[in-house]
């Protein structure tokens, strides 16, 4: 009995992020956002990164019209230093920056008046607030749209205002959707986590990120590897990190 009982309850076998080889959604320049505090904190993440198996970044920090008013010249010298202690500490990694856009009353006005940071093909990353969607939600999306831009929601899964079919909605316009890893063990919560196998159920997710801040996360992603649904991710041949 006690014998089967640990054979039901075995992890599975690890599915690591060597898999997928990119990840498209972190805060690791110093000093601008939430995330690392300054050069040496940065410098820890990135080791743990490669350790993990990635071996390209793109990063994204905070462009918040109210509390974090980075700019591309601010986000650019800030990964110029980072990319210089690299180099200086030997740290082989691709790294280069994009941003993670709230959506705001502020953001919709500079649509179509400056160029925004995207990577890959023109995506654009942006988020909403966890308390209420939008105004103008779709017509923001379509102004981005009409601009060449190939939009990316990040963390959906937390977004708890949404069903199933708002999910759709979203997808049938053109919205790719970023899933944060650790959605998949519950760190933000048991609702978030179901809505992360709802959306990977649905096979509605293109990108996985680790929207990586500080170090406390970095020692939970290697859970994410033997989760089911990390392994229905990788199954499901939709994810679009390796193509970057």
Not at 58 to 87: C, F, R, V, W
């Amino acid at each position: 009995m006690f014998n089967w009982f640990r054979k039901k309850q075995s992890k599975l076998k690890p599915i690591g992020f060597s898999n997928i080889g990119t990840d498209i959604h972190s805060h690791l320049i110093p000093g601008i956002d939430d995330g690392a505090k300054d050069l040496d904190d940065s410098i820890s993440l990135i080791k743990n990164f490669k350790h993990l198996g990635f071996n390209k970044i793109i990063t994204t920090p905070h462009i918040m019209s109210d509390l974090y008013q980075n700019t591309p010249t601010i986000i650019y010298k800030g990964l110029e230093a980072l990319k210089k202690e690299l180099i200086k500490q030997e740290i082989d990694i691709d790294i280069s920056a994009a941003a993670e856009y709230y959506v705001d009353y502020d953001f919709e006005q500079r649509i179509g008046k400056e160029e925004f940071l995207s990577f890959g093909k023109k995506y654009i990353l942006i988020e909403f607030s966890f308390l209420e969607e939008p105004r103008n939600m779709y017509d923001i999306i379509f102004k981005l749209q009409l601009e060449g831009y190939v939009v990316v929601l990040a963390h959906p899964a937390r977004y708890q205002y949404f069903s199933l079919d708002d999910y759709n909605a979203l997808i049938e316009r053109g919205v790719l959707f970023q899933l944060n890893l650790l959605s998949l063990v519950g760190y933000y919560s048991r609702e978030v986590k179901i809505n992360a196998e709802l959306l990977i159920k649905h096979q509605l997710v293109s990108f996985v990120g680790t929207d990586c801040h500080n170090l406390n996360q970095v020692k939970l992603y290697d859970k994410c590897e033997t989760m089911s649904s990390w392994h229905q991710l990788i199954e499901s041949g939709r994810l679009l990190n390796n193509s970057l």
